[in-house]
Structures are given as C-alpha cells and as structure tokens.
C-alpha cells in the first residue's frame, strides 16, 4: 500500500508563493505516476497537476498553468507542488496522488491519496 505524506502547506497573500511537498513510500512497479488535487469547502475535488515518474511528462489544469510547476525527486521518493502568484481563488486542502499514469490522474483516477495540506491565500 502506498503511503503519500504531504507537508508545506500554509498561509500566504496573494502573490505569494508556497512549495508543496509529498513523501512516497510503499511504491510499486504499477505506481508509475503522481499528481496533485485541490479541494475548496463546499466543492468538488480537482485536477490540478501531474507527472510521470520516468520520462517526466506532465499534465497542468488550465486554472493553475503558468503559475503552478510539479517537479519530482526519483532519488528522494518526493514530489512537489511549486505554487507561484498565487490567488485567493487557489484557497484549498491540496492532495497528493498515486496512480499508474499521469494521463490517467487528469481525468481523476486515483490508487491513493495523501491526507491533504491546507493552503490557505489571503487578498
């Protein structure tokens, strides 16, 4: 079973910039691929970014592109969210994800979850 941990969520004016990470342990052979997921209160869970362990390949939501990167450390297990500019708008507990394709994590397949981080971006 996969185990996904992520840390550095927090509080930040818009404009600001916060670095996510996610801990990976328990991978498998099939856990080829991680992303990241928003969700506000009262709202639903989102698509936000993905990657591909080898080869790198990424997918970006519309809403975050050119603002958010995801960066991966094959040697650390980590994967990261780097958020920039951000916007009130971007308020949400963020997830990280596991599955077995970026491609599949853009359209909300998900092997496993990570608890959630809270980011939090004031006007």
């Known amino acids: 079973q996969v185990q996904l941990v992520e840390s550095g969520g927090g509080l930040v004016r818009a404009g600001g910039s916060l670095r996510l990470s996610c801990a990976v342990s328990?991978?498998?052979?099939?856990?080829?691929?991680m992303g990241w997921f928003r969700q506000a209160p009262g709202k639903e869970r989102e698509f936000v970014v993905a990657i591909e362990w080898s080869g790198g390949t990424t997918y970006t939501a519309d809403s975050v592109k050119g603002r958010f990167t995801i960066s991966r450390d094959n040697a650390k297990n980590t994967v990261y969210l780097q958020m920039n500019s951000l916007k009130p708008e971007d308020t949400a507990v963020y997830y990280c994800?596991?599955?077995?394709?970026?491609?599949?994590?853009?359209?909300?397949?998900?092997?496993?979850w990570g608890q959630g981080t809270q980011v939090t971006v004031s006007s």
């Open positions: 994800a596991a599955d077995t394709a970026a491609s599949r994590l853009r359209v909300g397949m998900v092997d496993s």
């Open positions: 328990g991978r498998t052979s099939s856990s080829k691929a």
